[in-house]
């Protein structure tokens, strides 16, 4: 999609951290924005920077864990703006457990935001996004855990693992309708990823482990806004994978050469 001014984006998580960086960037380039977000306050903040410099922003109140949720922001995105081009299936959680001693919610509460939260997205964006007829985007927020798996993250590994899939086979489904796919594939980024557990749901018990041990390395991370602007990049050229940070290169040749090594026996 080269041509991005005057159109809609659509941003889960869009109030902070990766979602404010892509706000950013597409504000720049003349887009329109529809901004969700569990916590409504903070993508006011956002919108308030934005609408200063011109930009049209919509905010939505938005679980993405709630699949109504998610369908009344689609509805209101496509009602208020007339159109969405870009779905950006950014809002995501994590902690630190172990495989064996993960609590039940913690499974629960990582695949309904990460994993059933881009289903959601999907399934109430895609037909529309196929009857408006126009060229689209979406793109879906991986992490370079879906590639390369770390001790401790695995339950959210697990989902990001699950992230790639989605977007690899939606990717074949949606080429004949125009519309493009792609996997945001970013390493550290400085965001509040390690203060996820602040949005868990009502009810659930905070897991004592959350981030200590990544919490440094999260604060050490990429800009958000560099990332913003390695997605529209992306977005422009239709990438299958957008890799803001290419550092680990090695780390992810070694684990590929593991697989082809494997296979050859």
């Known amino acids: ?34 901004l969700a977000d569990v916590e409504l306050e903070a993508a006011g ?22 699949a109504a949720a998610v369908e009344a922001l689609a509805a209101r995105a496509f009602e208020e703006l007339g159109a969405v081009h870009l779905l ?3 809002a995501g959680v994590c902690l ?3 495989l064996a001693a993960g609590a039940d919610d913690d499974w629960r509460w990582l695949f309904d935001v990460n994993v059933n939260g881009v289903r959601n997205g999907i399934r109430a964006f895609v037909p529309r996004l196929r009857a408006q ?31 790639l899939g989605m977007s690899e086979s939606l990717r074949q489904e949606l080429a004949p309708d125009g519309i493009g ?7 550290g980024v400085n965001t509040r990823l390690h203060e996820s557990q602040r949005n868990r749901p009502a009810g659930q018990a905070i897991n004592p482990q ?5 919490v440094e390395a999260i604060r050490a991370g990429q800009d958000p806004d560099a990332v913003g602007r390695a997605v529209l990049d992306g977005v ?20 590929l050469d593991a697989y082809l090594d494997a296979m050859a026996g």
């Open 210 to 214: 959350h981030m200590n041990a990544s």
């Open 45 to 66: 903040a956002v919108a308030a920077e934005l609408r200063q410099g011109g930009t049209e922003v919509l905010c939505v109140a938005t679980d993405v864990a709630d």
């Open 88 to 90: 950006c299936n950014n």
């Open 181 to 187: 796919v792609s996997t945001l594939i970013p390493l």
């Open 236 to 255: 422009r050229e239709d990438a299958r994978f957008i890799f803001p940070d290419g550092s680990m290169l090695e780390v992810l040749r070694a684990q």
């Open 1 to 34: 999609m080269r041509d991005v001014e005057g159109k809609v984006a659509v941003i889960t998580g869009g109030g902070s951290g990766i979602g404010r960086g892509m706000a950013r960037a597409f504000a720049g380039a003349g887009m329109r924005l529809v």
């Open 96 to 98: 630190e457990a172990s």
């Open 133 to 163: 007829g126009e060229p689209a985007q979406i793109v879906n927020t991986g992490s370079f855990n879906s590639l390369i798996p770390t001790g401790f993250l695995g339950i959210y590994c697990a989902t990001k693992f699950a992230v």
